[in-house]
């Protein structure tokens, strides 16, 4: 079966990152998968005729675009603006930067029957389609409050926790904000918003709040679920995944690694996953709908309706 041909725009950490052996990076994980993708260029820089010349030249069917957040939507333009045009774009997140972004996109995108992945870590992981299957046993109830906390950006870590919940719970949910306000601290080299939201889905009864620390104190990232009989907590970047389950009498803590009912969670590379899903959407149209921009519309929905109202 013929390689996937692949053209590669941007070449920093996400692009780059350590080099062939890094497996987190977009470039280390096509060459792992040298014999399912064929990297045929790598352009460093965003001008518009270097990025139409490799179209032209190479004609891809894969274009991966891990340039900087503000830059996703003219490349993208770019692309559609194209004669060469590829069948898949793998697009980093967060995809867009504003609600006339994402729209213009979404609608190029139909227009012009590309389909655009987005590199949403979270859906990828084996471990968050485990506890997916798990949470659907409904041993533990409804849910009924959903509390993330992150540091290093609103955009760029809690959309992660927030695509989660969408992708665990389904697309059907609705926040209306309550309350946002935001805080900024400063990084090494660059500034970086974060948000506090408190938001409530009137229809089904469910809170979504979001802390935001500094991380120049302590890294965090976890996620926690409270149901109508318990709670699970999701931590350490999903390393470690909890369950209190309520009974009358007092609280059992168990962890999800305990042989009796639970698991563990296993080292996994959501990136290598990601790759293997467009293979199998190229060459034999797997569905690919749960990983794809329209899919990922609700979580920038909810994003922007904090970032306005703060």
């Known amino acids: 079966m013929k390689k996937i041909r692949t053209i590669l725009i941007g070449y920093g950490k996400m692009g780059k990152g350590l080099g062939v052996k890094d497996k987190g990076s977009h470039f280390g994980a096509l060459k792992n998968l040298k014999k399912k993708f ?70 190029l995108s139909k227009k012009k029957k590309i389909k655009i992945i987005i590199n949403q870590t979270y859906r990828f992981n084996k471990n968050s389609e485990k506890l997916k299957k798990k949470i659907k046993l409904n041993n533990l109830g409804k849910i009924r409050k959903i509390s993330i906390n992150y540091t290093n950006g609103f955009k760029n870590n809690s959309v992660h926790l927030i695509d989660l919940v969408y992708y665990l719970f389904g697309q059907n949910l609705n926040f209306e904000i309550i309350k946002s306000w935001k805080n900024i601290y400063t990084t090494d080299t660059n500034k970086k918003i974060n948000y506090n939201f408190y938001m409530y889905d009137k229809k089904k009864k469910i809170i979504l709040e979001g802390a935001s620390f500094n991380k120049s104190v302590y890294e965090i990232f976890d996620i926690n679920l409270f149901f109508e009989k318990g709670k699970i907590s999701v931590e350490n970047f999903f390393k470690s995944i909890f369950i209190q389950k309520i009974n009358l009498d007092k609280f059992r803590n168990k962890e999800l690694g305990n042989k009796k009912k639970f698991f563990k969670c296993i080292k996994d590379n959501p990136l290598i996953n990601a790759y293997n899903r467009i293979y199998q959407y190229v060459k034999i149209g797997t569905n690919i709908r749960n990983f794809d921009l329209e899919t990922n519309k609700k979580t920038m929905q909810t994003i922007f309706k904090v970032e306005k109202n703060a």
């Open 38 to 107: 064929l990297l045929l260029d790598i352009i460093y820089r965003k001008k518009k005729g270097l990025i139409n010349s490799s179209l032209k030249k190479f004609h891809p069917n894969l274009v991966v675009i891990c340039v900087s957040s503000q830059n996703h939507y003219n490349v993208c333009k770019q692309i559609f603006e194209s004669d060469f045009k590829p069948k898949v774009i793998f697009l980093e997140k967060p995809c867009f930067q504003s609600r006339f972004e994402l729209n213009e996109i979404l609608k």
